[in-house]
């Protein structure tokens, strides 16, 4: 550009000087001294211009020469990357003097000056929500923003639907138009037959759409139905109170839900309520015993109403003469939240859906189904029985969602262990069904019991040596040698003394061994285990909860081969190959891939006949989970409760001198060595403690 304007300055200069010679006389030798003497310009040093340094822009003017120089536009980041780095600095700016003789000046051309281009605009985000819908998003937008806590009180939960709604412009999920979708359909569908999984319908609230009439209304029916679709899938899948509430002697994995994978998956499932049960346990076991409860409930929630007596009620069929028979009874309407029918549930018609509600519960009591409310029917209703069954079933469904949702090995065929404590019965599954099953022994209540936990099976210990607990050296068998310093040595029991003063007592392998003659190892926080005993005589019994908390299994050469055969198949393990290994030496048989072993507390479970089976609530873990389902609406059932965990320490002290302890526990209840060894329960009386109290609880 300067050197464009420079050329027009030499030639504008030049013009003016040939047109002055043409036109004047030469100047005298006077007058050309006083010209040289004026000063000039010196030239820029630039190069020499070229062919590109003249292109114009033909939509520019010419610029008018007794203006400056426009300062050239920016080049761009990239243009300016491109130019090569170098120090030399630009050419000043030379501004060519007006012309004295506006004759010789030249012309400004008539073109006119082009408007400068306008910044390029950032493109308009068109949106994807539908005109109907708009208002009910930019109030969502408005709720999520700030009262998200006041719908989402758990951090990822809100997180996830800010997110959820964000992606879809705050579209509404559930109405369209202000009228329900097929997905909110089916959501509140699932949510109002929530009693059918043992849930309780009250803990997920499904808002009136119908009396939604302006767009604050609809917004916030939408998030309450979203809050209750979470809280449904998450209480589900890991249930309404976590085990840890019941008690400390329970340790199952954790598998939450994820509020992102629900809200994704809900929303595009093609059946939102399939999708949304899908949450619920699928183990056989579950299923059956939610057959059960709706047989037990006559297909219905079963609250705690007492049906008052009163005339038999019956339903007719329609008839050409008669029509549609249905008698009135103010009774009808406890009946129907009894039988749990939630259609038209004011009603007081004895109609057709009541009498088959009533055929149904009849024919799970073992009553004639005939469909007639009669006083025999009133009195199976009401029953106390009945209801305490109801809610057997329940706490055991709730127990079902604790345990993992994969019970078994994938790849050895889905094949587990599963012990069920009240039944004292163990099962070896695989592909779904049955592969051997026996009788065990398992912990005696309270201090003892058995922990309920999953954990995977590594090894199986052939000859075991039984490292005794501190919990029964310390409350057993130090108490015991007060009154006999030469029992352990009889039993074949070996004592040491460990520099800190605690003190370690083992018995070595054999057939008197405590834990027989293989122990079936699954490593676990409670340090229990599986193992043989010598104590066969046990099994006989029909309750059989004898153990310090280890599980004692009847026909363990059988069980090993079992295990073996299915985690090492082609090694082709027999019970006579296993009772081959017996003898003084331990072996220890590990397993290539772990097997998992589920210990459960199954109270009410459907046997292989179809019939439900109700067993003794031997640890009281039924009642403790009754309660707490009961009082759920002061209590919050999913916030974690710490318990104190056993305490493992030892005493340091010493042993007194004649090999005598002092101990601050009473003697322990039920069958031990000393009792069968002294032919009936200790009475040796305590000293005064010496040391703190070991609190571990589970040994054999």
């Known amino acids: ?65 007794t203006k400056a120089v426009e300062k050239p536009a920016e080049p761009s980041p990239a243009a300016k990357a491109a130019e090569p780095k170098t120090d030399t600095k630009p050419a000043e700016t030379v501004t060519a003097p007006a012309a004295n003789d506006a004759a010789t000046a030249t012309p400004p051309a008539a073109t006119a000056t082009a408007p400068a281009a306008e910044p390029a605009k950032e493109p308009v985000k068109v949106s994807t929500v539908a005109p109907a819908d708009q208002p009910v998003a930019d109030r969502l937008r408005d709720m999520l923003g700030a009262k998200s806590l006041r719908y989402f009180d758990r951090k990822n939960e809100r997180a996830a639907v800010e997110k959820f709604y964000s992606a879809r412009d705050y579209a509404p999920q559930w109405t369209q138009a202000g009228k329900l979708t097929d997905s909110g359909k089916g959501v509140i569908a ?43 899938a998450r209480q589900a899948q890991s249930g309404r109170m976590h085990w840890s509430q019941v008690s400390a002697d329970i340790l199952y994995p954790e598998h939450p839900t994820d509020p992102a994978e629900v809200l994704a998956n809900i929303s595009t499932a093609k059946d939102a309520s399939a999708a949304l049960d899908g949450y619920n346990p699928p183990h056989k076991l579950y299923k059956e015993l939610k057959a059960k409860l709706a047989e037990l409930r006559g297909q219905g929630d079963g609250p705690v109403i007492q049906i008052a007596e009163g005339p038999a009620l019956a339903y007719k069929a329609a008839t050409k003469k008669l029509g549609e028979v249905a008698p009135e009874d103010s009774r009808v309407p406890q009946l129907r939240a009894k039988l749990g029918i939630s259609e038209h549930p004011d009603s007081t018609h004895y109609d057709a859906k009541v009498a088959a509600a009533v055929r149904k519960f009849q024919e799970s009591v073992d009553l004639k189904p005939t469909g007639v409310l009669d006083d025999r029917t009133v009195k199976a209703i009401n029953s106390p029985k009945r209801d305490r069954q109801i809610d057997t079933v329940i706490v055991n469904m709730e127990r079902w969602r604790w345990l993992p949702r994969q019970l078994g090995a994938a790849s050895l065929g889905n094949a587990y262990v599963i012990l069920n404590i009240p039944d004292f019965t163990l099962k070896v599954m695989q592909n779904g069904a049955q592969v051997w099953n026996t009788r065990v022994v398992t912990g005696k209540p309270g201090n003892h019991a058995t922990p309920l936990l999953t954990e995977t099976m590594k090894f199986i210990t052939v000859n075991p040596t039984w490292n005794v607990p501190p919990s029964i050296i310390y409350n057993e068998y130090l108490p015991a040698l007060q009154q006999d310093p030469t029992v352990l040595q009889r039993m074949g029991l070996k004592l040491e003394r460990a520099r800190d003063g605690s003190i370690h007592i083992s018995q070595p392998p054999g057939e008197a061994n405590a834990l027989g003659r293989i122990r079936f190892n699954f490593p676990n926080k409670f340090l229990v285990y599986q193992h043989d005993t010598p104590d066969k005589h046990l099994f006989a019994k029909e309750e059989r909860a004898f153990s310090h908390g280890c599980m004692r299994v ?100 010493g042993l007194p001198a004649g090999v005598s302890f002092a101990s601050d526990n009473t003697y322990s209840s039920g069958p031990s060595f000393f009792e069968r060894l002294f032919g009936g329960p200790s009475t040796v009386t305590p000293p005064a403690p010496v040391g703190r109290r070991p609190q571990q609880r589970f040994t054999r």
Not at 15 to 39: C, G, K, Y
Not at 201 to 225: H, I, N, R, T
Request: no cysteine; glycine share 2%.
């Open 554 to 653: 009847q026909n363990p050469d059988q069980y090993a081969s079992t295990l073996l055969n299915i985690v090492m198949p082609n090694e082709r393990y027999t019970p006579e190959k296993i009772r081959g290994m017996y003898g003084r030496s331990e072996i220890d048989l590990k397993f290539p891939t772990p097997l998992p072993v589920n210990i459960t507390y199954q109270t009410a479970f459907v046997d292989d006949a179809g019939k439900l089976q109700i067993r003794k609530d031997l640890y009281g873990r039924d009642a403790v989970m009754i309660n707490l389902l009961k009082n759920s609406r002061n209590k919050d059932l999913e916030t974690l409760v710490s318990h104190a965990q056993p305490n493992y320490s030892r005493p340091k002290d």
């Open 190 to 232: 699932r949510l109002k037959d929530a009693a059918t999984e043992g849930l309780n319908p009250a803990d997920y609230p499904v808002p009136d759409f119908a009396a939604a009439a302006s767009p604050d209304q609809l917004a916030e029916a939408e998030l309450k139905l979203t809050a209750s679709m979470l809280d449904y």
């Open 1 to 65: 550009m300067l050197m464009a304007v420079a050329a027009t300055f030499l030639t504008v200069s030049a013009t003016s000087a040939l047109a002055a010679q043409s036109t004047t006389p030469r100047a005298s030798a006077a007058e050309l001294a006083i010209d040289a003497a004026v000063p000039r310009p010196e030239p820029a040093n630039v190069p020499p211009p070229t062919v590109g340094d003249f292109k114009m822009d033909s939509t520019a003017s010419v610029p008018d020469a």
